[in-house]
């Protein structure tokens, strides 16, 4: 007798095998890339030239195909819970509504710091650089995480990605100014009153501080990775600084919110300090370890506690309501 269905404990695990081939796919990019634009040992047209092509074309494509690999796991799992539904004695016929959300899920949304990285990262380059989930709680409720990358070339060096998140912007990000074009297209997606979480790096974490100091949204929760930080911030916030980033203390002074020494306080419980051992400052100088060493070190604060014995995932406050199916997911143009 042939077999008809699948074994759904075996498509969830190929579908895990799936995404962690992508998270060493883009956690190699980071890598290369940092020895790819270190122009101090390498010089002259070729050198020139396989750096264009290295970041015009091979990190797009390289990318690309960690998104395939993300798309193939959702599509497992997808029909893992298919599979599942289809097998119950009701053959599913008694919640076509559970049946339809289930098919219509994208993924599990993050457990942790790492996940969260992996999502800023993810963010397609023809995009604005914003993404939005929308996430099912474990209470049933409906919850919205938002994702805001960095400033353009931060992250593979490519100055056409994000274009929304231009150095222009940096600058009126670090004064504490509101980015009110992305904040109304947010509204368009994230209906009135329902709870947000903002998780952004670098200049992706001031703008996720600015919209979640207006008001215009209901922000329960900020994460910053690599980010300033805002000293009047009175949201439930985690803070991720790599030693040896320049970039959390490259507002002091600035005119604004970002200014005093808040971003470098030893006493802040809401900032986490760490060194990625992969990209320890004295290897690198510090552009080089802001765009390299979140992804190792939000794995070690996933599961190493800080100088008060808190782990910096469990500093989340409520990140537990914010995990569930990933029901629609959109990147902002």
């Given at each position: 007798?042939?077999?008809?269905?699948?074994?759904?404990?075996?498509?969830?695990?190929?579908?895990?095998?799936?995404?962690?081939?992508?998270?060493?796919?883009?956690?190699?990019?980071?890598?290369?890339?940092?020895?790819?634009?270190?122009?101090?040992?390498?010089?002259?047209?070729?050198?020139?030239?396989?750096?264009?092509?290295?970041?015009?074309?091979?990190?797009?494509?390289?990318?690309?195909?960690?998104?395939?690999?993300?798309?193939?796991?959702?599509?497992?799992?997808?029909?893992?819970?298919?599979?599942?539904?289809?097998?119950?004695?009701?053959?599913?016929?008694?919640?076509?509504?559970?049946?339809?959300?289930?098919?219509?899920?994208?993924?599990?949304?993050?457990?942790?710091?790492?996940?969260?990285?992996?999502?800023?990262?993810?963010?397609?380059?023809?995009?604005?650089?914003?993404?939005?989930?929308?996430?099912?709680?474990?209470?049933?409720?409906?919850?919205?995480?938002?994702?805001?990358?960095?400033?353009?070339?931060?992250?593979?060096?490519?100055?056409?990605?994000?274009?929304?998140?231009?150095?222009?912007?940096?600058?009126?990000?670090?004064?504490?100014?509101?980015?009110?074009?992305?904040?109304?297209?947010?509204?368009?997606?994230?209906?009135?009153?329902?709870?947000?979480?903002?998780?952004?790096?670098?200049?992706?974490?001031?703008?996720?501080?600015?919209?979640?100091?207006?008001?215009?949204?209901?922000?329960?929760?900020?994460?910053?990775?690599?980010?300033?930080?805002?000293?009047?911030?009175?949201?439930?916030?985690?803070?991720?600084?790599?030693?040896?980033?320049?970039?959390?203390?490259?507002?002091?002074?600035?005119?604004?919110?970002?200014?005093?020494?808040?971003?470098?306080?030893?006493?802040?419980?809401?900032?986490?300090?760490?060194?990625?051992?992969?990209?320890?400052?004295?290897?690198?100088?510090?552009?080089?370890?802001?765009?390299?060493?979140?992804?190792?070190?939000?794995?070690?604060?996933?599961?190493?506690?800080?100088?008060?014995?808190?782990?910096?995932?469990?500093?989340?406050?409520?990140?537990?309501k914010f995990r569930g199916n990933v029901r629609n997911?959109?990147?902002?143009?």
């Amino acid at each position: 007798m042939a077999l008809v269905g699948a074994d759904t404990d075996q498509l969830r695990a190929t579908a895990a095998l799936f995404t962690q081939a992508a998270d060493r796919l883009q956690e190699s990019v980071r890598v290369l890339n940092g020895q790819v634009v270190n122009a101090g040992f390498w010089h002259g047209p070729d050198a020139q030239r396989f750096r264009s092509e290295w970041t015009g074309h091979s990190v797009s494509a390289i990318n690309a195909a960690a998104q395939g690999l993300r798309s193939g796991a959702e599509a497992l799992r997808r029909n893992a819970d298919e599979q599942d539904n289809a097998s119950r004695p009701d053959g599913g016929s008694g919640s076509s509504a559970a049946a339809s959300r289930d098919s219509a899920c994208y993924e599990q949304s993050a457990r942790g710091l790492n996940d969260m990285w992996n999502e800023i990262c993810d963010i397609p380059g023809d995009s604005s650089g914003y993404r939005v989930q929308e996430v099912e709680g474990p209470d049933g409720q409906t919850r919205y995480v938002v994702y805001i990358a960095g400033t353009a070339s931060q992250l593979f060096d490519v100055p056409s990605w994000f274009a929304n998140q231009s150095g222009f912007n940096n600058v009126h990000a670090a004064r504490g100014a509101l980015d009110v074009h992305q904040v109304k297209q947010l509204e368009k997606l994230i209906p009135e009153g329902a709870e947000v979480m903002l998780v952004g790096y670098s200049q992706g974490g001031m703008d996720a501080q600015n919209i979640a100091m207006s008001g215009w949204l209901n922000v329960t929760q900020v994460v910053t990775f690599g980010s300033p930080v805002r000293s009047d911030l009175d949201v439930s916030a985690v803070h991720i600084h790599a030693k040896g980033d320049s970039v959390p203390g490259s507002a002091a002074g600035s005119p604004g919110p970002y200014s005093d020494s808040a971003i470098a306080a030893e006493n802040n419980s809401a900032i986490f300090h760490g060194e990625s051992e992969n990209h320890r400052p004295q290897l690198f100088n510090g552009t080089n370890v802001h765009s390299n060493a979140y992804g190792d070190l939000s794995k070690s604060f996933d599961t190493e506690a800080g100088r008060d014995g808190t782990r910096a995932a469990d500093a989340v406050d409520g990140l537990d309501k914010f995990r569930g199916n990933v029901r629609n997911e959109t990147d902002l143009t």
